[in-house]
């Protein structure tokens, strides 16, 4: 549940008398939940119409908890669910008029059926190839360009982890500023370089004798993923003299 800001003197000039917040302040809100979001993923979500915050006459952001509660609603439906921003506008529409939404369940997957438990050896959670094209809005050449690039790999069943989606959001995200996938070459074998420096951290983990030992190796895994990308990302701002708030 969003707990949104009081609007009370600890928020600052981040907020006006009336509650509303600046979008450096719903930034940090949502941070709580969603330790991805960006301000150009609210402006982004805010152009396609999913929020309308008010604008201040030296044309300032200013959000309203509304606006910050159908953001949190936004996110955690492309999270959890992997629905098209289309689709999203349709169920925000209809929670509003009071209507029951029934959200469809995107979950572990099994001989490529879903099931709603977890299998006994549970795999990773998978998307298939038509629910990726719906979930991020493009068409099969599309898809095609992306793999040829590298950029999403369909594993040997044809389907995807559903890491994916994040990744075919985040192309078209930056396909709107003009980066063409041919252009992420670089981004995704710095990945590899990435990826390929953590395995040879953990996988002597990987290979011990003691089965406590081998588990740890996926908790490893993880943290070292989550070092590398918050190092990463301080780089690429660092080499920009760029700052976020």
């Known amino acids: 549940m969003l707990q949104t800001p009081s609007g ?3 928020n600052g000039a981040a907020a006006t008398d009336s509650g509303l917040m600046s979008i450096g302040t719903v930034l940090n809100v949502l941070r709580e939940e969603f330790p991805e979001v960006t301000i150009s993923k609210i402006r982004f979500l805010e152009s396609e119409g999913l929020i309308e915050p008010q604008r201040t006459p030296s044309g300032y952001r200013k959000f309203s908890a509304h606006d910050v509660e159908r953001l949190g609603h936004v996110l955690r439906m492309q999270r959890d669910h992997y629905l098209p921003l289309k689709v999203i506008r349709e169920h925000l529409d209809a929670m509003e008029r009071g209507e029951a939404v029934q959200l469809p ?3 572990r997957q099994r001989d490529g059926v879903s099931v709603s438990e977890p299998p006994e050896e549970p795999t990773a959670a998978r998307i298939g190839r038509q629910e990726l094209l719906a979930a991020v809005g493009v068409d099969e050449p599309e898809l095609k360009e992306w793999e040829s690039y590298g950029l999403l790999t369909p594993l040997e069943d044809g389907a995807y982890d559903a890491e994916a989606v994040t990744v ?5 995200e930056l396909g709107r500023f003009g980066i063409e996938p041919r252009h992420l070459r670089a981004m995704k074998a710095a990945a ?3 990826a390929g420096l953590v395995d040879q951290v953990v996988a002597p983990l990987r290979r011990h004798r003691n089965p406590q030992t081998r588990a740890h190796a996926e908790a490893r895994t993880k943290e070292l993923a989550g070092l590398t990308v918050k190092l990463h990302a301080a780089l690429v701002r660092t080499a920009l003299g760029v700052r976020l708030p």
Do not use: F, I, Q
Request: hydrophobic share 55%; proline share 0%; charged share 30%.
């Open 8 to 10: 009370g003197a600890e």
């Open 105 to 107: 369940v995107v979950g």
């Open 168 to 172: 075919a959001l985040l192309v078209v």
């Open 192 to 194: 590899d370089r990435e």
